[in-house]
C-alpha cells in the first residue's frame, strides 16, 4: 500500500507519516525500482499503534522507546500516561479557578492589584504541593516483603499493632451495595481493597509505587489498579462511592494531608463515605502525652519511628471533614491508630 492510501485507511496526512519515518519510529519498506514506500500489514499496525498513543498525548521520543522494548507493557505504560495527564489536567483545573477569583475580583469596585498577587501566590503554593512530594520510603522496594514485614512484632515499637482489626472496622463501616465503586488510595499489596471484593463491589487501587500496584494485581487480579497519588488521584469528579484508605495517609506532611482530603471530595459521589485507618494521634495534646510517655520508658525507638513520618493530628482532619459538609465518627483504635469514618452530605 503506497503513503497516501495508507494515510487514508489510517485518517491522518502522508506529512505526518513521513514525520514519523524521520523520527525512526517507522521504516517502510520502498520499492526499488521508483522508491516509494510501501506499508505491509505490520507497518499498518505499527503506524495505528503510534497514531492512538499521540492521540492520548505521548510524547515522540516515549513513543520511539516504547515501540523499540520488546517487554513492553502497554498497559503499564498507559498507566503511567494516566496519572501523568491527571497531573496536568488538575493543574489546568487549578489555573482554571484561580482565573475566574481573579475576574471576579477585578469586577468589584475596590478591586486592588494586590489580591491578584495573592491568588497567584496561593496557586503557586498548591502548584507546588501537587508535585513536590517525593517517596523517601522507597516503597517500590518494599513491594515484595510488604506482607510479610506487616506480620513481624518490631523492636520495643510495633507500628502494625492491631493492623488487622483497623482494616476490618473500615471493612465494617463502609457500607456499600453491590456494583458500587470503592477507591484504595495508597492501596500497597491489597489487604484492604481486597476485603471489599467481598462486598461485590468494583475496587480501584491506587498507588504511587508501581511494583506495589504489580503485587497487588497479582494477589488480586479483580482490582483495578491504577497508578497515582494523593494529590492528583487518577479519577473523574464524583465516580466513586466509597474512599478508604489505611496506613498511607501518614506518608504526608500535614499541610498536604488536607490538599488530599480536597482530592477525595471531588472524586466521591455525594452520599459517599470516607474511611481512614491510619496512625495518628487524637490532636496535640495527646501527641504529647504518647511522645512523652515513650520518651519517659527510654524507648528512642520509638520516638524517631513516630518523628520520621507525619503522624495526623486527628482533630485537624475532623475539622476539615466537618467544615466541608461531612458527618464524622472518629474511633481510637490504640495510642498510634484511629480510624475516622465520614459520610458526604447533599449541598445545602
Ligand atoms: C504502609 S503501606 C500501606 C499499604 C496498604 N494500604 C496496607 O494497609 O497494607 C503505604 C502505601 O501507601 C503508598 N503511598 C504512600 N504515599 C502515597 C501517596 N502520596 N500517594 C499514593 N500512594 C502513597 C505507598 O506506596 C505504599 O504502597
Same mark, same amino acid.
Given at each position: 500500500?503506497?503513503?497516501?492510501?495508507?494515510?487514508?485507511?489510517?485518517?491522518?496526512?502522508?506529512?505526518?507519516?513521513?514525520?514519523?519515518?524521520?523520527?525512526?519510529?517507522?521504516?517502510?519498506?520502498?520499492?526499488?525500482?521508483?522508491?516509494?514506500?510501501?506499508?505491509?500489514?505490520?507497518?499498518?499496525?505499527?503506524?495505528?499503534?503510534?497514531?492512538?498513543?499521540?492521540?492520548?498525548?505521548?510524547?515522540?521520543?516515549?513513543?520511539?522507546?516504547?515501540?523499540?522494548?520488546?517487554?513492553?507493557?502497554?498497559?503499564?505504560?498507559?498507566?503511567?500516561?494516566?496519572?501523568?495527564?491527571?497531573?496536568?489536567?488538575?493543574?489546568?483545573?487549578?489555573?482554571?479557578?484561580?482565573?475566574?477569583?481573579?475576574?471576579?475580583?477585578?469586577?468589584?469596585?475596590?478591586?486592588?492589584?494586590?489580591?491578584?498577587?495573592?491568588?497567584?501566590?496561593?496557586?503557586?503554593?498548591?502548584?507546588?504541593?501537587?508535585?513536590?512530594?517525593?517517596?523517601?520510603?522507597?516503597?517500590?522496594?518494599?513491594?515484595?516483603?510488604?506482607?510479610?514485614?506487616?506480620?513481624?512484632?518490631?523492636?520495643?515499637?510495633?507500628?502494625?499493632?492491631?493492623?488487622?482489626?483497623?482494616?476490618?472496622?473500615?471493612?465494617?463501616?463502609?457500607?456499600?451495595?453491590?456494583?458500587?465503586?470503592?477507591?484504595?488510595?495508597?492501596?500497597?499489596?491489597?489487604?484492604?481493597?481486597?476485603?471489599?471484593?467481598?462486598?461485590?463491589?468494583?475496587?480501584?487501587?491506587?498507588?504511587?509505587?508501581?511494583?506495589? @500496584? #504489580?503485587?497487588?494485581?497479582? $494477589? &488480586?487480579?479483580?482490582?483495578?489498579?491504577?497508578?497515582?497519588?494523593?494529590?492528583? *488521584?487518577? %479519577?473523574?469528579?464524583?465516580?466513586?462511592?466509597?474512599?478508604?484508605?489505611?496506613?498511607?495517609?501518614?506518608?504526608?506532611?500535614?499541610?498536604?494531608?488536607?490538599?488530599?482530603?480536597?482530592?477525595?471530595?471531588?472524586?466521591?459521589?455525594?452520599?459517599?463515605?470516607?474511611?481512614?485507618?491510619?496512625?495518628?494521634?487524637?490532636?496535640?495534646?495527646?501527641?504529647?502525652?504518647?511522645?512523652?510517655?515513650?520518651?519517659?520508658?527510654?524507648?528512642?525507638?520509638?520516638?524517631?519511628?513516630?518523628?520520621?513520618?507525619?503522624?495526623?493530628?486527628?482533630?485537624? @482532619? #475532623?475539622?476539615?471533614?466537618? $467544615? &466541608?459538609?461531612?458527618?464524622?465518627?472518629?474511633?481510637?483504635?490504640?495510642?498510634? *491508630?484511629? %480510624?475516622?469514618?465520614?459520610?458526604?452530605?447533599?449541598?445545602?
Amino acid at each position: 500500500m503506497r503513503i497516501l492510501q495508507a494515510a487514508e485507511t489510517l485518517h491522518t496526512t502522508a506529512k505526518a507519516i513521513r514525520f514519523y519515518e524521520k523520527e525512526g519510529l517507522l521504516t517502510p519498506e520502498k520499492d526499488i525500482t521508483n522508491g516509494y514506500r510501501n506499508f505491509n500489514e505490520k507497518n499498518l499496525l505499527r503506524l495505528s499503534t503510534i497514531l492512538a498513543l499521540r492521540e492520548i498525548d505521548v510524547p515522540v521520543a516515549d513513543i520511539k522507546k516504547l515501540l523499540e522494548n520488546d517487554d513492553m507493557d502497554m498497559n503499564q505504560y498507559l498507566n503511567i500516561q494516566r496519572s501523568a495527564l491527571f497531573e496536568r489536567w488538575l493543574a489546568i483545573k487549578d489555573m482554571i479557578q484561580t482565573i475566574d477569583q481573579m475576574v471576579k475580583r477585578t469586577e468589584g469596585k475596590d478591586f486592588q492589584m494586590q489580591d491578584i498577587h495573592e491568588l497567584a501566590k496561593q496557586l503557586k503554593h498548591i502548584k507546588t504541593k501537587r508535585t513536590e512530594w517525593q517517596d523517601r520510603w522507597n516503597f517500590n522496594d518494599q513491594a515484595d516483603d510488604y506482607d510479610d514485614n506487616i506480620k513481624m512484632q518490631g523492636y520495643r515499637f510495633n507500628v502494625h499493632q492491631d493492623y488487622d482489626k483497623a482494616l476490618q472496622m473500615v471493612t465494617d463501616y463502609v457500607q456499600m451495595k453491590t456494583n458500587d465503586t470503592c477507591l484504595d488510595i495508597g492501596i500497597g499489596t491489597g489487604n484492604l481493597g481486597a476485603k471489599f471484593l467481598q462486598k461485590g463491589v468494583h475496587v480501584i487501587g491506587v498507588d504511587q509505587a508501581e511494583n506495589m @500496584l #504489580e503485587a497487588c494485581k497479582q $494477589k &488480586h487480579p479483580e482490582i483495578e489498579v491504577r497508578k497515582g497519588h494523593f494529590l492528583a *488521584l487518577p %479519577v473523574l469528579d464524583q465516580q466513586v462511592n466509597a474512599v478508604v484508605s489505611s496506613y498511607a495517609l501518614h506518608h504526608l506532611p500535614d499541610a498536604e494531608k488536607l490538599l488530599a482530603f480536597v482530592e477525595m471530595d471531588r472524586v466521591l459521589k455525594t452520599g459517599g463515605q470516607i474511611c481512614i485507618a491510619d496512625l495518628m494521634f487524637e490532636n496535640g495534646r495527646h501527641r504529647k502525652k504518647v511522645l512523652e510517655a515513650f520518651q519517659e520508658a527510654g524507648n528512642e525507638l520509638a520516638v524517631d519511628a513516630i518523628e520520621d513520618e507525619y503522624y495526623a493530628d486527628r482533630s485537624i @482532619l #475532623e475539622d476539615w471533614l466537618t $467544615k &466541608h459538609r461531612y458527618h464524622v465518627a472518629a474511633i481510637t483504635i490504640n495510642d498510634i *491508630l484511629s %480510624v475516622i469514618h465520614a459520610v458526604k452530605q447533599p449541598a445545602l
